[in-house]
T-cell receptor
């Protein structure tokens, strides 16, 4: 199993450009998440998905969009990049049977994005 | 409103000693989960331990234990017999209707 994979590892964008951060998992997890981590801070949830076709906003969704057309993939779209979006982006996945217990998230290696 | 609070930006511990990293949380949901993650300088996020809100006993995983005090809304991580490889950032997190992470505690293990 590859686990959670993210591409690219690094990217520099100019202000106003757009890009898509790719995330894929091969563990058949129903939950997937996107986080950003600013320097010296914890992770903040951008969007999450509980299954294909279902997405919901997290704590900091502005400036981002997501889609979940398959169980495996959960791309994050940045439209009109701004310097405030300079951060490290982590994708994660987990499995839940919705019984009330929670399972660990498996994290990808992260994408370091700089907007200049 | 901040959901997870970690009040110790940095901690030092002597090798082989135990250390407690503090975490308090805020939620009105009766059902929630509490997690601790380790982030070494290489950047990856490593799951350490989980505690469910309905679990009666404190969670343990090897040298890690979670001191869960529900009435005080605290979920402190205890690392026993610290090792040099434990030097890292440690994040407390909570899942209620979504995930919230604390700002982290930087732990340095001194030889």
């Amino acid at each position: 199993n590859a686990g959670v994979t993210q591409t690219p590892k690094f990217r520099i964008l100019k202000i106003g450009q757009s890009m898509t951060l790719q995330c894929a998992q091969d563990m058949n997890h129903n939950y997937m998440y996107w986080y950003r981590q600013d320097p010296g801070m914890g992770l903040k949830l951008i969007y999450y998905s509980v299954g294909a076709g279902i997405t919901d906003k997290g704590e900091v969704p502005n400036g981002y969009n997501v889609s979940r057309s398959t169980t495996e993939d959960f791309p994050l779209r940045l439209e009109l990049a701004a310097p405030s979006q300079t951060s490290v982006y982590f994708c994660a996945s987990s499995y839940s049977d919705f019984s009330g217990s929670y399972n660990e998230q498996f994290f990808g290696p992260g994408t370091r994005l700089t907007v200049l | 409103a901040q959901k997870i609070t970690q009040t110790q930006p940095g901690m030092f511990v002597q090798e082989k000693e135990a250390v407690t990293l503090d975490c308090t949380y805020d939620t009105s949901d009766p059902s929630y989960g509490l997690f601790w993650y380790k982030q070494p300088s290489s950047g990856e996020m490593i799951f350490l331990i989980y505690q469910g809100s309905y679990d009666q006993q404190n969670a343990t995983e090897g040298r890690y234990s979670l001191n869960f005090q529900k009435a005080r809304k605290s979920a402190n991580l205890v690392i026993s017999a610290s090792q040099l490889g434990d030097s890292a950032m440690y994040f407390c997190a909570m899942w209620g209707n979504q995930f919230y992470f604390g700002t982290g505690t930087s732990l340095t293990v001194i030889p």
